[in-house]
């Protein structure tokens, strides 16, 4: 590449600074290999090196009579979309595509091809603008207008033109790698998504909540196929349910019920073999059922754990057009429906297992209950009635008296245990004050009655209400935590913190017994309970315990305050 020192019969020079900018800017463009990334650097350095207000850069059609694209720089967006549709390469726009030779205008009102500015286009004056040619051909344009002081002058000319001519290697070299990073893109993709498949199966091997599960599935299935839309069916008695979808799909489909007996789907169920339906009006059921509308083609495979149907997953049409699904995508969605029938199944054992150790830790509860009512309140309202009953067949008035006082007082510890009793299954404080308040309350009864030293950390205002999950949740685990410190830590000191933690609520309650050993942590109702009650509002527990003490640690999604 070669250019004069001088510009023209003025003989204007291009000074040192300019063309130690110019090469940095050769340097800098021919290492983008992203096209987009490389028009906005040449844009900003036009604009730098020039002087220029506003730079664009015009692609020509692919017949060389106009412009299919046109990027712009030093317009902010709003202007941008006040200004409405990009220019299509007339006026004097235009001469450039017909003449490919530099211009350089004082006026470019004056031109006689000037059409004039749309509405909203900023006043544009000086102008100029040089061709991009490659090998040869006419590429595109760029276009200065608006030089800060003054007119373009040949300088400027000649910088524009190295710039014209660095952008056309540039865009050669950055084609030449699109196109071979295209070409290797293909040659792996079998590869990619052989190993999406076992990337996907621990994704699924990792979850146990069903609903995530399925969203997993529904996700990462379309995704493996470029599917418009893909939908997982599961067998419930003789009817195969829309249990989730991702991509295209309208609402309402969620939850459709197909016939296993008449359904294409029942039929690729109960045969265990999947289709490829090439023209939806074979389908039996129409897909829009489904909330699928139109579609032009669809695979369904089985879904299978140890020779049990579990159900179907059912994908629909490519993105934006694409081919019709092959046999390679076929293999794809069976040995992904492989993985996700196992993680369907592992799923519901792990809720069917909650749910049993729900129900234990509730029945555990209610015995508890009604122990504590037998053995303390209904003995001590026996004792209190044999009492005054005594009482009142001895005759004895002073009898009488003393029994009656002593009645009193054990009526008033019965209705200090009942009150104990009822605040322990809902304290009032938690409905009528928040968790705060009640967790007060909660701490000051505990340490009263076990003789514990509790050091609280809430960094929750006094008055801050949570939702009411979430302050139960909170509630109930602190709760069983002391209660378990209480009743088996042997312990001296607490430790209760409560905060926010990058939009989740941090509850951590320490003590300094002699812990517990694992085996049995895992048999404990409390321990199955809090865990339950965390699960339920999408939050984790961990608990950790040594001969030095024990740790919970439970953290539970949580909006911000507004």
Do not use: C
Request: hydrophobic fraction near 45%; proline fraction near 5%; avoid cysteine.
């Amino acid at each position: 590449m070669a250019f004069a020192m001088t510009g023209g019969a003025s003989g204007q020079r291009l000074d040192e600074k300019r063309l130690r900018g110019l090469l940095d800017a050769g340097r800098a463009l021919v290492e983008h290999l992203d096209l987009e990334s490389l028009l906005d650097e040449l844009l900003e350095v036009a604009r730098e090196l020039t002087g220029a207000r506003y730079a664009a850069i015009g692609v020509l059609d692919e017949r060389r009579r106009g412009l299919a694209e046109f990027r712009a720089a030093g317009i902010d967006p709003e202007l941008h979309r006040l200004i409405g549709d990009p220019p299509q390469g007339r006026g004097v726009l235009g001469v450039l595509i017909d003449d490919r030779r530099p211009l350089r205008l004082a006026d470019v009102s004056g031109h006689p091809a000037s059409y004039g500015f749309p509405p909203h286009h900023p006043r544009m004056r000086t102008f100029l603008g040089v061709p991009i040619l490659m090998r040869g051909e006419a590429w595109g344009n760029l276009y200065l207008a608006e030089k800060e002081g003054g007119e373009f002058d040949e300088a400027d000319e000649q910088v524009a033109t190295v710039l014209a001519e660095w952008a056309s290697v540039a865009i050669g070299n950055a084609r030449l790698y699109e196109h071979v990073e295209s070409r290797r893109a293909e040659l792996e993709r079998t590869v990619l998504r052989l190993e999406a498949t076992t990337a996907i199966a621990r994704a699924l091997g990792g979850e146990t909540s069903l609903e995530r599960v399925l969203e997993l599935i529904v996700k990462r299935g379309r995704a493996l196929l470029d599917a418009r839309t893909l939908v997982i069916m599961l067998l419930e008695d003789d009817e195969l349910v829309a249990s989730a979808a991702a991509g295209e799909v309208a609402e309402g489909g969620r939850g459709a019920r197909l016939p296993l007996a008449g359904s294409t789907s029942g039929e690729v169920l109960r045969s265990g073999r999947p289709r490829l339906i090439r023209d939806p009006a074979r389908l039996r059921v129409p897909p829009e059922r489904l909330g699928v509308r139109q579609p032009r083609f669809a695979l369904i495979v089985p879904m299978t754990f140890r020779g049990r149907a579990v159900g179907v997953l059912a994908a629909f049409d490519r993105l934006g057009d694409g081919p019709v699904f092959d046999s390679d995508d076929e293999s794809l969605l069976v040995s992904f429906a492989a993985s996700a029938a196992t993680a369907v199944a592992t799923a519901r054992s792990v809720e069917e297992a909650r749910l049993r150790d729900s129900i234990a830790a509730a029945e555990q509860e209610r015995r508890r209950w009604a122990r504590e009512l037998h053995d303390e309140t209904l003995q001590a309202l026996a004792a209190l009635q044999i009492l005054v009953s005594s009482a009142r067949k001895a005759g004895d008035p002073a009898a009488m008296a003393a029994a009656l006082e002593q009645a009193a007082e054990q009526i008033a510890q019965e209705i200090q245990s009942l009150r104990t009793l009822i605040t322990e299954l809902r304290p009032a404080a938690l409905d009528e004050y928040g968790i705060v308040p009640a967790l007060d309350n909660l701490t000051e009864r505990v340490a009263a009655v076990n003789g514990l030293a509790i050091e609280k950390h809430v960094e929750l205002g006094p008055d801050e209400r949570l939702d009411g999950d979430l302050e139960t949740t909170v509630y109930r685990v602190v709760q069983e935590a002391l209660t378990n410190v209480a009743k088996h830590a042997r312990a001296e000191n607490v430790h209760i913190s409560i905060g926010r933690r990058d939009g989740r609520l941090e509850v951590i309650v320490e003590d300094d017994g002699h812990g517990f050993a694992p085996h049995t942590a895992q048999q404990g109702f409390g321990l199955v309970g809090m865990r339950e009650r965390v699960s339920i509002v999408g939050g984790t527990l961990e608990v950790r315990s040594s001969p030095t003490g024990t740790r919970v640690h439970a953290l539970i999604p949580v909006p911000e305050p507004a």
